[in-house]
């Protein structure tokens, strides 16, 4: 059985995504911070005895080592975890700006390099999941923007290594997806703009240019087209609206 190691596990997209792969039998690693959260999530997996749940708070180096001392064989690593703060740029103190560095992207490098031994020694993949930002800077975004850019290079750059060392990389940029994190982002910009969640968002779409959010879902059903497809390396996609585009 094929083993998936997915971050931000307990909710959204990494929830999603941990469900697609719990469906095709893939034994999945959930790693979050709330231990309760994976606890609730796990019980409602079609194959739950197929999974493990690891309680952790991936903005240190010694959280990311220690899940990967526990963890010795690898197929498949998702790097999903990530909570980057949106608002006005004089209100993002350099702890905001830690914060968001050392959860999305810190994290996505570090258990990368850990992993990478066996991840080697199975062929395996990783996935990184970015964001739109990483394309529509955004003054009320700056973080968000930031840090799924240097993702996204980061990806690209470990993508030729991982060409020398026979293990794909691929990231995926969903642009505005429903889930909770979508509606707290929405809510701040209410706030700085003074108008409703709905007219906010809106007012997304139509700059967008899509007729709806993307739902986790679809994220999930792209992240398991990645995992089938043997040329995989280096893909580069955007899923906005529930359509799929490959960047360059």
């Known amino acids: 059985m094929k083993t998936a190691l997915i971050t931000g596990a307990s ?3 990494g929830a999603a995504i941990a469900d697609k792969l719990n469906d095709k039998k ?6 979050s911070r709330s231990k309760s959260k994976l606890k609730s999530f796990q019980k409602n997996l079609k ?7 690891i309680s952790k708070d991936l903005r240190s180096l010694s959280a990311c080592n220690s ?21 006005k740029f004089l209100n993002l103190n350099d702890n905001i700006w830690e914060d968001g560095f050392n959860l999305k992207f810190k994290a996505a490098v570090r258990l990368s390099r850990a992993f990478w031994p066996a991840l ?3 062929k395996g993949k990783v996935i990184n999941i970015g964001g739109g930002a ?26 030729m290594q991982g060409k ?30 003074k108008r409703s969640v709905k007219q906010i968002l809106k007012q997304r779409c139509k700059i ?41």
């Open 164 to 193: 020398i060392d026979k293990v794909s990389v691929s990231i995926i940029h969903p642009g505005m997806t429903l889930t909770s994190r979508l509606e707290k982002l929405l809510q701040t910009d209410a706030k700085i703009f």
């Open 11 to 13: 909710q959204g997209i």
């Open 26 to 31: 893939i034994k999945v690693i959930l790693v």
């Open 134 to 159: 990483a394309r529509n800077p955004s003054n009320t975004f700056m973080i968000g923007g930031a840090v799924n850019s240097a993702l996204n290079n980061f990806s690209k750059a470990l993508a």
């Open 120 to 122: 080697k020694r199975s």
């Open 208 to 248: 967008e240019k899509i007729k709806r959010p993307t739902k986790p879902e679809e994220v999930a059903n792209l992240v398991y087209k990645l995992i089938k497809d043997k040329n995989s390396n280096f893909k580069n996609f955007s899923i906005d609206g529930g359509k799929i585009k490959n960047l360059r």
């Open 47 to 53: 194959f739950p005895k197929n999974s493990l749940i």
């Open 67 to 87: 899940i990967a001392k526990k963890i010795k064989k690898l197929d498949y690593l998702i790097n999903v975890a990530g909570a980057t703060k949106g608002g």
